[in-house]
Antibody
């Protein structure tokens, strides 16, 4: 059974930094794209960033480009999100999600962690 | 940018059928995936590739996709089905796109 566990969330001041981690178990981590998806309080889901299996391709939503960095350590079965220059509108629950290839050649999220809350406030 | 439009809310009586739509320009040419999120919980994939169900998802959940509208259909609705539902596609420019979400209320 796939089990994703996020950590690293907390309260941070505007302009500050935070590093989120996601540890996997129960599947062959190296075989999958991995992603971060966030949800602001009372709002919908927003894709944040994704990384290819070997880390060679990375994609970001425009609002975090230049501020967030996604990375992975396949030897440790772990996914990371380095968040710098944080703003109040980055406040959200951040979910780690495994991405699976669909028959149309796209990717969707077939397993999710329970999320970690990031609050950006002074 | 590619936009997915969902109704904010859908209400249905127990035992009836709920239909949740997801509109997008030529969405019928894309693969559509649906997630259910119950209060305080992480999202769960309920339909992928327009109409396939992951293991463990009851066959009361089904999906279709054509033209400019994809639809998630939930038959024999139960009180425990109350949740927010999100559609999602992959777009070449915006990458992963979610709809705004639909709150399903069981009357």
């Amino acid at each position: 059974e796939v089990h994703l566990v996020e950590s690293g969330g907390g309260l941070v001041q505007p302009g500050g930094s935070l590093r989120l981690s996601c540890a996997d178990s129960g599947f062959s981590f190296i075989n999958y794209w991995m992603s971060w998806v966030r949800q602001a309080p009372g709002k919908g889901l927003e894709w944040v960033a994704s990384i290819q299996q070997d880390g060679s391709e990375k994609y970001y939503v425009d609002s975090v480009k230049g501020r967030f960095t996604i990375s992975r350590d396949n030897a440790k079965n772990s996914l990371y999100l380095q968040m710098d220059s944080l703003r109040a509108d980055d406040t959200a629950i951040y979910y780690c999600a495994r991405a699976r290839l669909g028959r149309f050649g796209d990717l969707f999220f077939d397993n999710w962690g329970q999320g970690t809350l990031v609050t950006v406030s002074s | 940018s590619y936009v997915l439009t969902q109704p904010p809310s859908v209400s249905v009586a127990p035992g009836q059928t709920a239909r949740i739509t997801c509109g997008g320009n030529n969405i019928g040419t894309k693969g559509v995936h649906w997630y259910q999120q119950k209060p305080g919980q992480a999202p769960v994939l309920v339909v992928y590739d327009d109409s396939d169900r992951p293991s463990g998802i009851p066959d009361r959940f089904s999906g279709s996709n054509s033209g400019n509208t994809a639809t998630l259909t939930l038959t024999r609705v139960e009180a425990g089905d109350e949740a927010d539902f999100y559609c999602q596609v992959w777009d070449t420019s915006d990458h992963w796109v979610f709809g705004g979400g639909t709150k399903l209320t069981v009357l």
